[in-house]
């Protein structure tokens, strides 16, 4: 009786750090107005597409700093469905609060408000027992070491979520068109370096540390070149997904893609970092 009872206090204690991460993490973009209009006249498709690709992400990061310890994939599975619902309900709550969901709007809109802001609050909301848990250092929970297709992963993950915050601005597309193509590579080598500075060069806490019978070249070649690879695949992605793309020649595209690679490749580092 009583270790049910703990064990239903600790899952409300999650819950209710799960929310805190939702709010924490997509408070501003719940603050943005493109948001607000994305959720208005987003492509359908796109959006649910946007949702069913942040599933399996959410699955995979409940593997290395979810909800709670899990020992099988049927328990990432139901912690990825119950951050999103989280996630739902705390971008239902703060939009109605705002005065950004009312009555009168239709049922689509209303929808597609809620769906475009429960992609990053369900991020938050699976990262809240990493960043807010109250363990103390030493009795949480046994991390998982990923595998290098696991930091991969991760990079990918944190790649995506900070890309959210910014993809969706007219900002990316203005600072792609203000930059000469010098400034683009500069831009990107900038991103690649600090990027590996992350994780690998400064001992953040939670970095990584290569092995000392491997280069250094080649852990830079093999994380942080591919790494900032897939930061730039995830960029193009955001910035298709929200329409940034559309009627835009070669140039302009990979100009953007640049360009939120930078914020891409901080999220990537730090994704790692954080968990």
């Known amino acids: 009786m009583l270790s049910a009872f703990r064990a239903d206090a600790e899952?409300?204690?999650g819950l209710g750090r799960a929310f805190a991460g939702a709010l924490i993490f997509s408070l501003p973009m719940m603050m943005t107005m493109e948001m607000w209009w994305l959720g208005f006249y987003m492509d359908p498709l796109r959006l649910a597409l946007l949702l069913v690709l942040?599933?399996?992400v959410l699955v995979g990061l409940s593997r290395f700093g979810g909800m709670r310890p899990t020992a099988h994939l049927r328990d990432d599975v139901a912690d990825a469905l119950v951050v999103m619902l989280v996630a739902a309900i705390a971008a239902c709550v703060i939009l109605w609060v705002f005065g950004?969901?009312?009555p009168e709007m239709s049922a689509r809109e209303i929808i597609g408000k809620i769906a475009l802001q429960t992609a990053p609050g369900s991020f938050g909301a699976m990262l809240a027992r990493s960043q807010l848990g109250a363990e103390p250092e030493g009795e949480g929970p046994e991390r998982r070491d990923p595998t290098y297709w696991g930091e991969l992963f991760l990079m990918a993950a944190g790649a995506l979520f900070l890309s959210f915050n910014v993809a969706p601005t007219e900002e990316m597309v203005a600072i792609a068109y203000k930059m000469s193509v010098w400034q683009g590579v500069v831009l990107a080598?900038?991103?690649l370096g600090l990027m590996h500075a992350f994780v690998y060069a400064l001992n953040f806490r939670g970095g990584s540390q290569h092995p000392d019978d491997t280069p250094a070249w080649v852990v830079f070649l093999r994380f942080s070149v591919v790494g900032y690879a897939i930061?730039?695949?995830v960029s193009l992605f955001a910035l298709?997904?929200?329409g940034r793309t559309d009627e835009s020649g070669l140039q302009e595209v990979i100009s953007a893609a640049?360009?939120?690679?930078?914020?891409?490749?901080i999220g990537a580092a730090?994704?790692?970092?954080?968990?």
């Open 100 to 102: 950004i969901l009312t």
């Open 231 to 233: 930061v730039l695949l």
């Open 54 to 56: 942040t599933f399996p």
């Open 270 to 275: 730090a994704a790692r970092l954080l968990l």
């Open 189 to 191: 080598l900038l991103s």
């Open 258 to 265: 640049i360009v939120l690679g930078f914020p891409g490749a």
């Open 11 to 13: 899952f409300l204690k």
């Open 240 to 242: 298709w997904i929200f």
